[in-house]
């Protein structure tokens, strides 16, 4: 926060000992990068690192200390138990998404014990979904007892209960960043308080000149994205050093002044070639409501404006970002972890086309640079024949005939064999083992050097092996399809952001700038959809109850008070702010949330008429004049149409033959359908030879030599077609089509004689 500087600063208070626990890890981090720098502007050269933690590791490390032998389960395993609580109960076959319904239902479970809910009022006002929660509930208890296991809802109550006077002997604990403290974390307090430790609440010290905010609209949010990161790179090129006239921000405590270190500067860094140049002390945050939703577009706006180099080949990756991005993506999203799961389902002995596609194509597997032409053409072959699934057989055989793939033909044929010797049912462990097999097997994650995204995504995915074995105190022997269903699940679940150096642009959600100082802020998105968020209470608990407690998304009234307390936070955690909204989402219109319409409206853009430029580029000229031979070229009224609505376009299509890929789709398309009618049809007349073996024969015969010709054609087809053998019944509606149509046609060859 920005004050007068004291003429007496008083010391800090870190240095005595005490702990600062955050409300967010991001507070954390820029709290001990603050404090460093700090003592190195000190002139010392080491200094003891002070306790700085968010709230959850935190408590860890309490636990860890008064709780030593406690067994926690992981949060994959507290999900599993859930789903094994609805499946003991029987109510497991009605539903449509168990694990969303098992997440769902554990979610219930951590908002009454956090919020401290009174279980007999639960039962007073039971609707048929909690009574159906309790009892899932009370399977999930049992289950817990069973493994001696503490979850993360009743572990504050049971670590609180463990303290004593030796455990906090007189500590000193600030906290810092929290909005609100829920009930349990005021109990778990307060039990701090009664063996004799102290607690006292950081928050940002008043009598600082207040923010000019301005709100200004966009016709879209593309628009409103666009206006906002070249506005953020503007504040950097034109005061990189930040706001000039501030003082030093420092925290004070609602007791008494002691000086904590602000959250910031951040790191300098360097920028590259055709962008900013990046040595900055500014600090830029982007606040985004929906950041979930629009990451995307974010990224990818961003990217333009201050990083456009890395949009062009050879999409060279910058050495420093200019900007976060917060929340990560899930880690199957990650192209590198997508190959191997992709890879892993190869040990069925088939998979979908669009599985086969991804992994012919993928850098991730052995020789992928090497044979990447071959398998190209072997990609565009497969779609051909217009199988949805190909099994690892039919894909070898097309590999050897059709392609150069000699490697892969050998790394598919080792998977094949592994394949085959597969047990029906493995533990976990013995199934990790497996898997990795089948991986090195594949040349997972390939031949090239991985950069530094894709190694913290190998590294991750071998993490998720912890997770998995941990399932099996819960199910000690599993199948294939169920051990990869977890694997999945998991990899979907785990969320991947990596490590990267600080950046001067922070792109956050609200609750992420928990605590942080900015000199500049960008609000965006606050259109009346969002801001504040629609109600979404919890299913399993009774209405009534979660809006006398005040539960979190429990009501309009509730998120209107909160959503008010954060804008007001944000409002004033920078001495320039800016506010914005679209105008539209498609053909509909948006208003500005009600907490930021009296907001003096601006019509400033920081947009720039004119794009970024890099500046002119190496260019290479290639005069090539010959062009396949025009004999080449065959075609019908096509060719000629094509050519005098565009030359080029006829010299593509029809001499270089460049065309659209097939795409692979249930069942046969109209084309095969209607050779299979000619195929029925040559072979009836190759029997009936005549018209007069047509007259010659009654409707029974007739009938019967239709149906011996569509069963023989479309065992023919399945030469070209395998997919046909693992459809009988599309085969059976298909022979009586095909039968049919030939028995029309033959009727009219029979009124032509009369």
């Not at 993928?362 to 032409?373: C, I």
């Not at 979190?552 to 008010?564: F, G, T, V």
């Amino acid at each position: 926060m920005y004050l007068t500087c004291d003429p007496e600063p008083e010391p800090d208070v870190l240095t005595d000992g005490a702990i600062l626990v955050t409300a967010t890890r991001r507070l954390a981090r820029a709290l001990r990068q603050a404090h460093a720098a700090r003592q190195r502007d000190a002139g010392l050269r080491c200094w003891e690192t002070p306790a700085i933690l968010p709230w959850d590791a935190w408590l860890d490390e309490v636990t860890r200390e008064c709780l030593p032998a406690a067994r926690l389960p992981t949060s994959a395993q507290e999900l599993w138990l859930w789903e094994r609580a609805l499946a003991d109960s029987g109510d497991d076959d009605g539903l449509l998404q168990v694990r969303l319904t098992a997440a769902k239902a554990r979610e219930a479970w951590n908002l009454l014990h956090v919020w401290r809910l009174p279980l007999e009022a639960l039962r007073g006002q039971a609707t048929k979904e909690t009574e159906t929660w309790l009892r899932w509930a009370g399977h999930y208890r049992r289950l817990c007892a069973q493994h001696g296991w503490i979850d993360a809802a009743r572990l504050p109550d049971e670590a609180a209960r463990a303290l004593t006077e030796e455990h906090v002997a007189g500590r000193a604990l600030l906290l810092c960043g929290f909005d609100e403290l829920t009930p349990q974390r005021q109990a778990f307090l307060q039990r701090w308080r009664e063996l004799g430790g102290t607690v006292r609440e950081l928050e940002a010290q008043a009598g600082r000149p207040a923010p000019l905010g301005t709100r200004r609209t966009y016709a879209d949010t593309h628009a409103e994205i666009r206006a906002a990161a070249h506005w953020a790179r503007r504040k950097l090129e034109t005061n990189p050093d930040g706001h000039g006239t501030r003082a030093t921000p420092e925290y004070e405590s609602r007791s008494r002044h002691d000086r904590l270190p602000h959250p910031g500067p951040l790191p300098k860094g360097e920028g590259e070639q055709g962008c900013c140049e990046f040595h900055i002390d500014a600090r830029v945050g982007i606040i985004v409501p929906a950041v979930g939703a629009l990451r995307a577009e974010l990224w990818r706006v961003f990217s333009e404006v201050f990083h456009p180099s890395s949009l062009l080949p050879p999409f060279p990756e910058p050495s420093a970002r200019a900007f976060n991005l917060s929340l990560g993506e899930p880690l199957a999203a990650q192209p590198l972890v997508h190959a191997a799961l992709d890879g892993l389902a190869l040990l069925r002995g088939a998979a979908e086309f669009r599985v086969w596609s991804a992994l012919l194509r993928s850098p991730y597997l052995g020789e992928a640079d090497s044979e990447r032409d071959a398998r190209a053409r072997l990609e565009t072959k497969l779609r051909t024949r217009r199988a949805p699934e190909l099994s690892l057989d039919e894909v070898v055989w097309s590999a050897q005939r059709f392609a150069a793939t000699l490697a892969l033909v050998q790394r598919l044929e080792a998977l094949k064999e592994l394949s085959a010797t597969l047990p029906d049912r493995q533990t976990p462990h013995e199934w990790l083992a497996t898997f990795e097999v089948a991986l090195r097997a594949l040349g997972w994650p390939g031949e090239r050097t991985l950069d530094s995204r894709d190694y913290q995504a190998a590294q991750a995915w071998r993490n998720l092996s912890v997770d998995l074995a941990a399932l099996a105190p819960l199910r000690p022997h599993l199948g294939l399809d169920e051990a990869l269903a977890k694997l999945e699940e998991l990899a979907n679940d785990a969320l991947f952001q990596p490590e990267s150096p600080d950046a001067p642009v922070q792109i956050l959600g609200p609750l992420e700038a928990g605590g942080l100082e900015f000199d500049y802020l960008w609000l965006l998105g606050l259109h009346e959809d969002i801001w504040p968020p629609a109600p979404e209470p919890n299913p399993f608990l009774p209405l009534a109850l979660q809006r006398r407690h005040g539960l979190p998304r429990a009501s309009a009234q509730r998120e209107l008070d909160y959503a008010r307390l954060l804008t007001e936070r944000l409002l004033s955690s920078a001495p320039e702010v800016v506010v914005s909204h679209p105008l539209r989402d498609g053909e509909r219109e948006l208003a500005p949330s009600p907490l930021i319409a009296a907001l003096p409206l601006s019509s400033t853009d920081d947009t720039p008429q004119e794009p970024f430029h890099l500046g002119p580029a190496p260019l290479s000229c290639v005069e090539d004049v010959q062009g396949p031979p025009l004999h080449a070229a065959r075609g019908g009224a096509g060719l000629l149409k094509s050519q005098a609505a565009c030359p080029f376009q006829a010299f593509a299509r029809y001499r270089l033959r460049a065309c659209d890929l097939e795409t692979p789709a249930e069942g046969l398309d109209a084309a095969q359908r209607g050779n299979l009618v000619h195929r029925v049809l040559e072979l009836l007349w190759r029997e009936l030879a005549s018209l007069e073996g047509l007259l010659a024969q009654s409707p029974e015969d007739l009938a019967a030599m239709a149906a011996r010709a569509a069963r023989q054609a479309l065992n023919d087809a399945e030469r070209d077609y395998p997919f046909l053998r693992r459809q009988a019944r599309l085969l059976e509606l298909e022979s009586g089509r095909l039968a049919r149509l030939a028995l029309d046609w033959l009727e009219v060859e029979r009124r032509r004689a009369t």
